[in-house]
């Protein structure tokens, strides 16, 4: 197993010229201490592939990875020439990472309907890979089209040879048919919220999908985004999650499509995760947070001092997870790469 950074996007605090700094400052610490990959996101403020870019050229051997691109913000042959540039420009170091978003920033944001998010993923990614490996795109699917009938265009390829035609692909899903279409068509699966004592469903899933193309996991990466905070209090230290996880829950999606809470739901707290959403969908954020339960988030995150922390990130890898990429919930950037110093020393002295 190796360790991987989460950066997210730049959120409400502070100015978005010291988001990007810190980034960097991250970003160079995770190469410095030998980290696989750092990830950037996006949502409906900074977007992934600008941040990418920036860290690509200001760190040396990390991989930069996209968690996720917005399927719904592209075409799939925009995708496949950002990717193919990002990995010139980076030497080799770029993963794409896909996700269909929900359904209020897919049609609120871009104005695409969410529907039919499997099937639309599938054609995507088939056209991202016919391009990536300079074929000639001709495609008719029930979502895609390329060219368009009865129009003026032609099948184009790609214009330049890329440095890879098999850029990995990574798949953010939670649901189980959507784990399934990961481990058929993807190279890696970009989780959240993993649990070892409940991996066995998502790993059985990802098994299913990859026994229909004759695969198993052995060159699959189970990418897992987990949380990680520093103490001796656990309870405290579990403190500045409560919010993250209550925004996902409650807010990511709509009262009746959310994903997260579905997952949760499905790990056996049904009851709080509906308290989670009535609270954070009137508003009342403090107590969306309260109602996140503590076992949910200590079975989810590394919490706790550093002994803890290596013993829980041996339980992760026993688990199937192959790169255990960070959430850092520190208030400094200081901090924030003292974690980054204790993750890389827990992982050498895991059991």
């Known amino acids: 197993m190796r360790l991987g950074l989460n950066l997210g996007y730049w959120g409400s605090g502070g100015a978005a010229a010291t988001q990007a700094d810190d980034q960097v400052a991250l970003a160079q610490a995770a190469d410095q201490l030998g980290f696989a990959v750092v990830w950037a996101a996006e949502a409906y403020g900074s977007d992934a592939v600008t941040v990418l870019t920036w860290l690509a050229a200001k760190t040396q051997s990390v991989d930069v990875g996209s968690a996720v691109l917005q399927i719904p913000g592209r075409s799939p042959a925009m995708t496949a ?13 770029f993963r794409l990472g ?7 920033v897919s049609e609120g944001w871009h104005g695409v309907r969410f529907d039919k998010p499997l099937q639309r993923t599938r054609e995507y990614v088939d ?6 490996e300079r074929k000639v795109v001709r495609y008719e699917g029930a ?14 390829r790609l214009a330049f040879q890329p440095r890879r035609t098999s850029i990995p692909i990574y798949l953010a899903a939670l649901g189980p048919r959507n784990l399934e279409l990961t481990g058929e068509i993807a190279d890696g699966w970009l989780g959240m919220f993993f649990s070892p004592q409940d991996s066995n469903e998502p790993l059985d899933r990802l098994r299913a999908g990859r026994a229909k193309v004759g695969k198993d996991l052995s060159d699959f990466d189970i990418a897992v985004t987990v949380p990680m905070v520093v103490g001796d209090d656990l309870e405290k230290c579990a403190g500045p999650i409560r919010s993250y996880a209550a925004l996902y829950v409650g807010g990511m999606g709509s009262q009746r499509q959310n994903f997260y ?13 509906q308290e989670i959403q009535d609270a954070y969908l009137a508003r009342d954020y403090d107590r969306a947070a ?19 922390i290596a013993e829980r990130m041996a339980a992760f890898a026993d688990a199937g997870a192959t790169t255990l990429s960070l959430s850092l919930f520190d208030s400094t950037v200081s901090q924030q790469v ?13 059991p």
């Open 81 to 93: 020439m950002t990717a193919a540039t990002l990995d010139q420009l980076s030497g080799g170091r």
């Open 98 to 104: 896909l996700g269909v978003s929900g359904p209020q």
């Open 127 to 132: 056209v991202v890979r016919l391009a990536l």
């Open 143 to 156: 979502h895609v089209r390329l060219p368009l009938p009865d129009g003026p265009g032609k099948p184009l």
């Open 261 to 273: 809470k579905a997952h949760m739901e499905r790990m056996g707290y049904a009851q709080p995760a």
């Open 290 to 308: 309260a109602a996140v339960p503590f076992e949910f988030i200590d079975r989810t995150s590394l919490l706790g001092p550093p002994a803890r």
């Open 338 to 350: 003292q974690t980054l110093e204790t993750a890389a020393a827990a992982l050498t002295n895991s």
